[in-house]
């Protein structure tokens, strides 16, 4: 159970709707900006509605100042921070030496994250890292907890006394193809198991949508608690997320047609008005409580919001029609039916109309790599052999990065992991290597990084076995973290030498 303070005590009590509110700090350590941050929590403070006031982590792949840096000075004002804890700039020691860091400080609500692709930074572009996925960091936060914390491949005991956190993860139920949701949806079941305790979703309009993550989550047996997202834009972010420019969101052109027409009749307060009525319509779908965020908005107009969803009171669905702005040609797991409400699940999903292209290199890797057959056994002495000295090793491993770099564009990691996706390479194919399924920022089945080309786990959707669904994907076993001692080896030699993750992956999976 989670360390009880404001934040946890109102998310766990199913009778409390709780809110939080999303701050984002930019560069420098002080200033204009970060005073407004913490008059915001001051104010925020006092009212008392807000439960956490989460800080996010160089948010959009831009530095900024880290989210620890106000969290302690937040916590001052009475409100529990919320940090988010974004994964592409840290590798595994520093995951775990800021794990560390926040509890020794007692910031124990943590949002984990992979985060978007690193911006432009000093001189250039940040080195992306990427090391963990959300996945594996809610696990490794879970075996701090348990005790069963190990390092490197063998069984050890812990050196440190076990560790709490409460753990957020975050969903996507706002993508509009059938690849990218069904992904969204099974990793979310990937994150659960491995031990998120709550979820926030990313920010949407379309009703449709976020009643179909609440019947998704029910229908699955999950009860952990779970926040919508309400962002409320102002008509030039809402333009510039129109066009694509935020990673992961597909913003709705009716919306900002309805802001512009706004603007022109001078509402100011329509778009404060509608962040009042998408909670009170959260609310009454189920959720237990939303995220509230926005750009340039004052704490009068977060209070503005707080107090006019108090006097909507619980009769909401008369409010569903004002806040609904689905995106056009959206694939709907749940499809809506005449009465605008979710219909009944969808069946009959469409992976693997490519699996056909798999399945030569299918048959190779149980030639050579599913014991025992006669050839694998004969590839396995090769291998054994070749190991022995450094000059058959060289041979060997020469002619490994030949052909798989001819048929796979293979970097030599030294661990690899064809066999688990659809024999296309995720070091090579993914830019933020991810082992255990998407991030949230691919748009159009286009990938985050490289808009022109398919995102990786598209092409692994469409390669899938046609009988794949949500659910067996979702309890996959997990892919534990690379060893990237093992870079630039041979990974045939690693395999039959028992040095990869196939040695500890039923071990690493027995628990899940
Ligand atoms: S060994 Fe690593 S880099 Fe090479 S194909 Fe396999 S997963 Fe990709």
Redo the contacts with the bound molecule.
């Keep these: 159970m989670p360390t009880q303070n404001i934040f946890t005590t109102s998310l766990f009590n199913p009778n409390e709707f709780t809110i939080t509110y999303e701050l984002v700090p930019g560069q420098g350590s002080g200033g204009r900006r970060v005073e407004k941050l913490l008059e915001f929590a001051a104010l925020a403070g006092q009212d008392g509605r807000i439960k956490a006031l989460s800080i996010t982590d160089n948010a959009g792949g831009h530095p900024a100042l880290a989210p620890i840096a106000i969290g302690s000075e937040i916590r001052k004002t009475g409100i529990e921070p919320l940090l988010h804890f974004s994964l592409k700039d840290k590798n595994r020691s520093q995951i775990e030496s800021h794990l560390f860091l926040y509890h020794r400080k007692n910031f124990n609500n943590l949002l984990v994250m992979g985060g978007d692709f690193p911006r432009i930074s000093y001189y250039g572009q940040a080195r992306p890292v990427f090391d963990l996925d959300s996945v594996q960091t809610l696990q490794l936060m879970r075996d701090m907890e348990e005790g069963t914390y190990r390092s490197g491949v063998k069984s050890d005991h812990p050196r440190f006394d076990p560790i709490t956190f409460n753990r957020g993860c975050v969903v996507s139920p706002f993508k509009v193809t059938e690849s990218e949701q069904v992904w969204q949806y099974a990793k979310f079941l990937q994150k659960t198991r491995a031990g998120a305790h709550f979820v926030v979703t990313q920010l949407g309009y379309d009703i449709c949508k976020f009643e179909e993550f609440i019947r998704f989550l029910r229908e699955s047996g999950i009860s952990i608690p779970v926040l919508g997202n309400v962002f409320v834009p102002s008509l030039a972010v809402a333009k510039y997320m129109g066009k694509g420019q935020v990673p992961g969101v597909v913003f709705p052109e009716q919306l900002i047609h309805r802001m512009e027409q706004e603007q022109n009749s001078g509402n100011r307060e329509a778009r404060l008005v509608r962040a009042a009525k998408l909670i009170c319509v959260l609310k009454g779908l189920g959720y237990s409580g939303v995220h509230l965020g926005g750009n340039g908005l004052s704490f009068d107009n977060v209070k503005f919001i707080l107090d006019t969803f108090e006097e909507l009171g619980s009769n909401w669905e008369p409010h569903r029609p004002d806040v609904h702005f689905p995106v056009a040609d959206a694939w709907y797991l749940y499809p809506p039916a005449r009465t605008g409400a979710c219909g009944t699940k969808k069946t009959g999903l469409t992976p693997g109309r490519n699996n056909a292209a798999q399945r030569p290199h299918l048959i190779t890797h149980n030639l050579l790599f599913s014991p025992p057959n006669l050839t694998s056994r004969l590839f396995g002495k090769l291998c054994m052999f070749c190991s022995r000295t450094r000059l058959r090793t060289s041979v060997l491993r020469a002619f490994e990065r030949w052909i ?1 770099g001819l048929l ?1 564009h ?9 066999e688990e996706s659809t024999y296309i ?4 194919g993914c830019p933020k290597n991810l082992l255990n399924g998407p991030c949230g920022g691919s748009r159009n089945q286009t990938c985050e990084v490289f808009p022109d080309r398919l995102c990786f786990w598209v092409r692994v959707y469409n390669r899938l076995d046609p009988r794949s669904d949500i659910e067996k994907l979702g309890s996959l076993p997990f892919m534990h973290p690379k060893n990237w001692a093992l870079d630039q080896t041979s ?1 045939w030699i690693n395999f039959y030498n028992g040095t990869d993750h196939h040695r500890i992956k039923f071990d690493n999976n027995s628990k899940q």
């Design positions: 798989k796979f293979c970097r030599m990691c030294g661990d690899c992991t064809l390479c995720p070091q090579s990974s």
